[in-house]
């Protein structure tokens, strides 16, 4: 592999993984939340908007975590008409549907941005006592479809090039 394509890979292996990273930590402030809830009920005290707040961890959380999934083949997969085809015909209908998926999640990726910077310039709230700038909890949303967005055109491009390696998950083996 030329040495700008290696770099290039490594780079987005590393926004996908810096991403899962990041879904974590968001997982982890989950936690921290729930139990800062559970915490002032058995001791009678109450934090206003932990509740609020979970929830907006834990859409961080799975919006970030996106990309790093599909690129390890972990999204559920339809292989039913796939599976069926051969050659060509396999070929060109992997490249339809990455083609479609990146479409969906480029626009998907701008609404997100735009939601994001109109809740920013309306000074959208949330409703709870909180009353928290709906554009902070809408970030982690709108930068965790643009990397998804990138990822599908990422795998698009390595489909075109005849380099797209397909993960297999073995969960549906493990749960059987």
């Avoid at 005290?45 to 959380?61: C, H, I, K, P, R």
């Amino acid at each position: 592999m030329p040495r700008p394509t290696r770099a290039c890979r490594t780079a987005l292996d590393g926004l996908y993984d810096g991403a899962a990273a990041l879904a974590a930590l968001f997982m982890l402030a989950l936690l921290a939340m729930v139990m800062l809830s559970i915490l002032g009920r058995q001791l009678h005290f109450n934090l206003s908007g932990v509740d609020t707040y979970a929830g907006y961890m834990m859409a961080g959380a799975g919006f970030l975590a996106l990309a790093h999934t599909l690129k390890r083949g972990e999204h559920i997969r339809v292989t039913l008409l796939v599976s069926s085809l051969h050659g060509g015909l396999k070929r060109g209908f992997e490249i339809w549907a990455l083609f479609a998926a990146s479409l969906l999640a480029v626009l998907s990726a701008l609404y997100s941005c735009k939601l994001a910077w109109q809740s920013y310039l309306f000074h959208d709230v949330s409703t709870g006592n909180d009353a928290t700038p709906l554009w902070i909890p809408q970030i982690s949303m709108a930068v965790g479809t643009v990397i998804l967005a990138i990822a599908f055109v990422d795998e698009l491009v390595l489909e075109v090039l005849g380099r797209r390696v397909v993960p297999t998950s073995d969960e549906a083996t493990r749960n059987e």
